[in-house]
């Protein structure tokens, strides 16, 4: 017989008195079907407070019945990528009991409903910007041959060749369907959301805006350099819109397809960058 681990006060109750006329907490465990460390836990509670009535939790209150619960218990045995929340399997916000992949994809789908029907004088406003990190090495220089099966690691069939690694150089570029930006270099350090302000959106962002006018539309990642307070205020006081754009979607900016163009025509040079200053 399934046991319970849960009680409500009228079960308590009951089981407390049988536990007051002398029985053992086996055969009352054996009666209700409960667990014997859930019976000594309610006996040692009402020991100390006198009442059976158990106390009213604090935090957030539970918004899923026990079918939900047995539900969310059964979906995350048959996939175990599944996110639950964090203080265990009995959730008390059930959208957080969904995947991550699932969240996304339904961002994703939004997104797509909201601009599916824009037109292309609406798409001509919107400037479509990324960043992309250049490296003096890349393992894009790949040679592809047919080989025989079990033959992968053959000396024949090796070639030692760094995987990424050295010096390199941040890219910032913008494209909009009737023109594009200059390609940034950021010249040293990382990027911060004061560089952003200073070094992207004053001069090409606030140049965009002016030329296009009030129904310019600017878009860029969620990186956290991009969701500062500054970047925010700056954006606010220049009057320019930003473009709600889903998490983990690099694939729905078309510029991507110019990072790959230009890692490639890197990778093919006869003479590789050796430094920064080459490679910039």
Known sequence: ??????????????????LEEGRTVTSVAAEFGINKS?????????????????KVGSGHPRTTTAGDD??????????????????????RRPERCLPLKIDHRCHRLQWFREHKNWITDQWSRVLLTDESRFSTRSDSQR?????EIGTRFYTSNIK????????????WGGNMLN?????????????????????????????FRVA?????????????????????????SEDITRMDWPAYSPDLNPIEH??????RRIAARLHHPENTPKLK
């Not at 046991?3 to 009228?10: A, I, K």
């Not at 859930?38 to 158990?54: D, E, M, P």
């Open 38 to 54: 859930v019976i000594l836990r309610a006996w040692k509670s009402f020991q100390t407070t006198g009442t059976a009535v158990r």
């Open 258 to 263: 110019v990072w790959d163009a230009l890692g």
């Open 212 to 236: 296009i006018g009030p129904d310019f539309i600017f878009m860029d990642e969620n990186a956290r350099p991009h969701r500062t307070l500054a970047v925010e205020e700056l954006l606010e």
């Open 1 to 18: 017989m399934a046991r319970r681990n849960h009680l409500d006060d009228f079960t308590r109750g009951r089981m407390i008195g049988k």
């Open 179 to 207: 023109g594009r930006t200059e390609l940034h270099i950021f010249d040293r350090g990382s990027e911060t959301g004061d560089r952003y302000c200073e070094e992207v959106l004053l001069p090409h962002g606030r140049l």
């Open 143 to 147: 040679v592809l041959i047919w080989r």
């Open 70 to 91: 047995r539900y969310i218990i059964l979906q995350a045995k048959r996939d175990r990528r599944q996110r639950l929340h964090k203080r265990g399997l009995f959730a």
């Open 160 to 171: 030692e060749r760094h995987h990424y690694g050295g010096p390199g150089v941040l890219v």
